[in-house]
């Protein structure tokens, strides 16, 4: 459709100049407009809007309901702070579940480390998969490796259904609405808790403490009752809004920081964002963030 579209402009003599806006963040006044020069497919799947867009400057972005996922330029910010922060939390990393992350980035990132016995990816729609391996093969490129299963499922059922057996749980999810809604309630993490083994760690998306703190306090208002460690911190990726994306951390053992396993970063190679000296510089909060990024108390039960 953008094609035929551009061709009937070029014919007129005119110079097309084509915008993707994201209005998810319109409530506080504000969008992000990203220059498109190429639809790559644009349809709808059973659960959602799926587009591949490339882009002027950031190259491929993957949008699914209009919103951004990915985009080729910053995607690693959010890829190897989501993985790299429990694997090297974690002492033995081999069993790891990821829900979401149909686009294969967090998979990418969890196969750099050599300890990984199995990965398990959970994504509910196949659709998501099929269009990453096709527009997306930076992302998508090691979801055929022999140590992947990829189950097309509900992700909330899928903890519910595999007590004790994941030592890392990474919830790769959408905003908090349509089919990831689930995934920010605490029958989930409850659920997530006993699918960890005795030092497992989950770490989810967790927005932005500029634009989402509502959404972040709700999930911590009961994260403290669950994990006896829970802690938020955050990366820097300029296509998510404010530019800013955190992230919920808790474990029924280990602390992100005091517990952290800096020696096995080494064997890490072609990390572009994740050092040590970010690792525990993330989980230093603003001041008017720190209240809504931690829990009333950790009380686990």
């Known amino acids: 459709m953008l094609e035929m579209f551009k061709h009937a402009m070029a014919k007129l003599g005119t110079t097309m100049d084509l915008w993707f806006e994201e209005k998810i963040e319109i409530g506080f006044g504000t969008t992000l407009r990203v220059r498109v020069e190429e639809s790559l497919c644009h349809f709808r799947s059973d659960f959602q809007d799926i587009a591949v867009l490339k882009t002027s400057r950031l190259g491929r972005m993957l949008v699914l309901d209009g919103i951004i996922m990915v ?5 690693f910010a959010y890829h190897e702070m989501m993985v790299h922060v429990p694997m090297l939390v974690h002492p033995n990393p081999a069993h790891v579940l990821i829900i979401g992350g ?6 990418r990132e969890v196969l750099r480390h050599p300890g990984v016995k199995e990965v398990h990816l959970c994504e509910i729609d196949p659709q998501v998969v099929e269009v990453s391996k ?10 055929d490796d022999p140590r992947v299963a990829v189950h097309y499922a509900d992700g909330a059922k899928f903890v519910e259904d595999h007590p004790g057996r994941f030592d890392v749980i990474i919830v790769d999810s959408t905003d908090p609405s349509g089919p990831g809604e689930v995934l920010f309630k605490e029958p989930f993490y409850r659920n ?21 703190r509502e959404v972040i306090s709700s999930l911590f208002s009961f994260l403290g009752g669950i994990f006896p460690s829970c802690h938020y911190y955050y990366s820097m990726v300029p296509t998510y809004p404010s530019g800013i994306i955190g992230f919920s951390f808790g474990s ?26 970010v690792h ?6 603003p001041t008017f963030a720190q209240k809504t990024c931690s829990p009333p108390s950790n009380t686990a039960s």
Do not use: M, W
Not at 71 to 75: Q, R
Not at 102 to 107: H, L, N, Q, S, T
Not at 252 to 259: A, M, Q
């Open 280 to 285: 525990r510089a993330a989980f230093k909060l």
């Open 71 to 75: 985009t080729e330029f910053d995607e």
């Open 252 to 277: 029924k053992k280990l602390h992100p920081v005091e517990d952290y396993q800096e020696a096995r970063f080494q064997a890490l190679e072609g990390l572009r964002y994740y050092n040590p000296e």
């Open 192 to 212: 997530a808790r006993n699918a960890l083994t005795e030092d497992g760690i989950v770490v989810a998306q967790c927005e932005s403490f500029f634009y989402h």
């Open 102 to 107: 149909g686009d294969g980035g967090a998979v």
């Open 134 to 143: 096709k527009y997306l093969p930076r992302l998508a490129s090691r979801l």
